[in-house]
């Protein structure tokens, strides 16, 4: 029975971490110290070491001192940890959570597996990719960023139970005197601009005579506002700052306009939700771009910057969208074309080749 260690980046190393650990592995997890690692956590019941460290968030000499530091001590702390309970791998999901681990189990000559969710790697994923056994990924396209890695495309890992409902879904358009439902999503922050873009659309598409209903996440600072808006026009909505239960949510859903994080795309495929993708256009290293671009070349999704969309263009794009039935089956179906198998259990499968010295394709 192996020993790999999982950096713990939320929802996709977790549903990889209960692969392993139903493959019959001992798992250990490696948190950052962070209080939403507590919720997302709580039915956890294996080992874990917590490594407070953080990341480069400002550019002032002072705060990259700091951080530096931070993880210089993160790394001493796991290499101590390491040595009394050595690993056989470790999969790391990137970000600065990550680099202590890595830097230690690189130092143990323990075998490293990275993740990288988005077309472009982070800085972590960029950093280690030479060093690493091997680099996972959820988009083809990484491999022109990473050319210095070895590069196996596993896909996005998701939670079970969206993963097992998005496999067995079925998407249709609405049938005759059924509602067209539009989900808006502007990720865990909420998307304050394109809330109010998709809001203001709607009172066109209302004028028009469509019959729709609106399920929009607005995260918390624009939830009240938006609600108002929707009262105010007579518009069919549902607001909500944030949904746990996202399954049910997509098996509603008609289509979407939402943000490209690399979790958002890899659901929407996983549903076969036709989507407008909006990036986030503040996003490190403009990636939720490059993905949009990715999901877009595959006729998975379309896409426009924030920069270009405003509220007349989204009202007509809508429209033409609501009315064409056939164009939304052809965006579900490439967007189930993508979404192969379970990513969760291709990265275990990896980690497993990994441990045991296999060469990786």
């Given at each position: 029975?192996?020993?790999?260690?999982?950096?713990?980046?939320?929802?996709?190393?977790?549903?990889?971490?209960?692969?392993?650990?139903?493959?019959?592995?001992?798992?250990?997890?490696?948190?950052?110290?962070?209080?939403?690692?507590?919720?997302?956590?709580?039915?956890?019941?294996?080992?874990?070491?917590?490594?407070?460290?953080?990341?480069?968030?400002?550019?002032?000499?002072?705060?990259?001192?700091?951080?530096?530091?931070?993880?210089?001590?993160?790394?001493?702390?796991?290499?101590?940890?390491?040595?009394?309970?050595?690993?056989?791998?470790?999969?790391?999901?990137?970000?600065?959570?990550?680099?202590?681990?890595?830097?230690?189990?690189?130092?143990?000559?323990?075998?490293?597996?990275?993740?990288?969710?988005?077309?472009?790697?982070?800085?972590?994923?960029?950093?280690?990719?030479?060093?690493?056994?091997?680099?996972?990924?959820?988009?083809?396209?990484?491999?022109?960023?990473?050319?210095?890695?070895?590069?196996?495309?596993?896909g996005m890992p998701l939670r079970d139970g969206l993963e097992r409902l998005g496999a067995s879904s079925?998407?249709?358009?609405?049938?005759?005197?059924?509602?067209?439902?539009?989900?808006?999503?502007?990720?865990?922050?909420?998307?304050?601009?394109?809330?109010?873009?998709?809001?203001?659309?709607?009172?066109?598409?209302?004028?028009?005579?469509?019959?729709?209903?609106?399920?929009?996440?607005?995260?918390?600072?624009?939830?009240?506002?938006?609600?108002?808006?929707?009262?105010?026009?007579?518009?069919?909505?549902?607001?909500?700052?944030?949904?746990?239960?996202?399954?049910?949510?997509?098996?509603?859903?008609?289509?979407?306009?939402?943000?490209?994080?690399?979790?958002?795309?890899?659901?929407?495929?996983?549903?076969?939700?036709?989507?407008?993708?909006?990036?986030?256009?503040?996003?490190?290293?403009?990636?939720?771009?490059?993905?949009?671009?990715?999901?877009?070349?595959?006729?998975?999704?379309?896409?426009?910057?924030?920069?270009?969309?405003?509220?007349?263009?989204?009202?007509?794009?809508?429209?033409?969208?609501?009315?064409?039935?056939?164009?939304?089956?052809?965006?579900s179906d490439a967007a189930r074309a993508r979404r192969g198998g379970s990513a969760?259990?291709?990265?275990?499968?990896?980690?497993?080749?990994?441990?045991?010295?296999?060469?990786?394709?």
């Amino acid at each position: 029975m192996e020993n790999y260690s999982v950096p713990f980046i939320f929802f996709p190393g977790l549903a990889t971490a209960e692969k392993l650990r139903l493959r019959g592995h001992d798992i250990v997890l490696w948190l950052a110290g962070k209080d939403v690692e507590a919720d997302a956590l709580k039915d956890w019941e294996g080992p874990r070491h917590t490594v407070k460290s953080q990341g480069f968030q400002s550019k002032s000499p002072v705060e990259i001192t700091r951080t530096v530091y931070s993880l210089n001590r993160a790394t001493a702390q796991c290499r101590r940890l390491m040595r009394k309970d050595k690993p056989d791998v470790i999969l790391a999901m990137g970000s600065y959570a990550s680099v202590g681990p890595v830097k230690a189990a690189l130092r143990l000559k323990v075998p490293v597996v990275l993740h990288e969710a988005n077309v472009v790697p982070g800085r972590t994923v960029s950093h280690f990719a030479a060093r690493a056994t091997v680099v996972a990924a959820c988009f083809e396209e990484s491999r022109f960023h990473l050319q210095n890695a070895d590069l196996v495309i596993t896909g996005m890992p998701l939670r079970d139970g969206l993963e097992r409902l998005g496999a067995s879904s079925v998407y249709r358009p609405p049938e005759a005197g059924e509602p067209f439902t539009i989900l808006v999503t502007g990720g865990s922050r909420g998307a304050s601009a394109l809330n109010l873009r998709v809001a203001q659309s709607a009172v066109g598409l209302k004028a028009r005579g469509i019959n729709f209903r609106i399920i929009h996440l607005t995260g918390r600072a624009d939830q009240e506002a938006m609600q108002e808006h929707y009262d105010h026009a007579g518009i069919d909505a549902r607001v909500e700052a944030f949904v746990n239960d996202m399954s049910a949510v997509y098996r509603q859903t008609h289509f979407a306009i939402s943000r490209a994080g690399a979790a958002t795309c890899a659901e929407l495929s996983a549903f076969g939700i036709p989507s407008l993708l909006v990036p986030y256009p503040y996003a490190v290293r403009d990636h939720q771009t490059s993905n949009a671009l990715a999901m877009e070349k595959s006729r998975a999704a379309d896409f426009i910057p924030e920069s270009d969309l405003d509220s007349v263009w989204l009202e007509k794009y809508m429209h033409a969208c609501i009315q064409s039935p056939e164009r939304l089956m052809r965006l579900s179906d490439a967007a189930r074309a993508r979404r192969g198998g379970s990513a969760a259990a291709a990265l275990a499968m990896l980690v497993e080749s990994v441990a045991h010295g296999r060469v990786v394709a």
